[in-house]
């Protein structure tokens, strides 16, 4: 069985909640290791909001609550151009031992995920 999550967000509103609450947001959505990588961004609303956009996606694809898991959830470079997702705590429960693909998309005001979970 394959559970499909699909996200879409406005990177302007992330940028704003950015320029808005700092620090705050970002430590309460994102790892330590994404702020470390999207901050060197020249773009980095855009790499901000595409990490937001995998997060909500892959809440979809399970079918739970996506504040539960935010910063369980985290967007590595994988190997080779494609990112992969390192699942910690809850959401690595969650998983068990199912497959977890992820594509992302950006461009200057929208970034798409989708997460496909699979046995």
């Given at each position: 069985?394959?559970?499909?999550?699909?996200?879409?967000?406005?990177?302007?509103?992330?940028?704003?909640?950015?320029?808005?609450?700092?620090?705050?947001?970002?430590?309460?959505?994102?790892?330590r290791t994404e702020i470390?990588?999207?901050?060197?961004?020249?773009?980095?609303?855009?790499?901000?909001?595409?990490?937001?956009?995998?997060?909500?996606?892959?809440?979809?694809?399970?079918?739970?609550?996506?504040?539960?898991?935010?910063?369980?959830?985290?967007?590595?470079?994988?190997?080779?151009?494609?990112?992969?997702?390192?699942?910690?705590?809850?959401?690595?429960?969650?998983?068990?031992?199912?497959?977890?693909?992820?594509?992302?998309?950006?461009?200057?005001?929208?970034?798409?995920?989708?997460?496909?979970?699979?046995?």
């Open positions: 069985m394959v559970s499909v999550g699909v996200d879409i967000v406005e990177v302007g509103r992330i940028a704003d909640a950015i320029d808005r609450w700092g620090a705050r947001f970002l430590q309460r959505i994102f790892t470390a990588y999207c901050s060197k961004r020249v773009r980095s609303a855009e790499s901000f909001a595409v990490r937001f956009a995998a997060k909500e996606a892959f809440a979809k694809a399970l079918k739970i609550g996506r504040v539960s898991i935010w910063r369980e959830v985290e967007v590595i470079r994988g190997e080779g151009p494609r990112p992969s997702v390192l699942l910690h705590g809850a959401a690595r429960e969650l998983v068990g031992a199912r497959r977890v693909d992820l594509s992302l998309s950006h461009a200057s005001t929208h970034a798409v995920a989708v997460v496909l979970v699979e046995d």
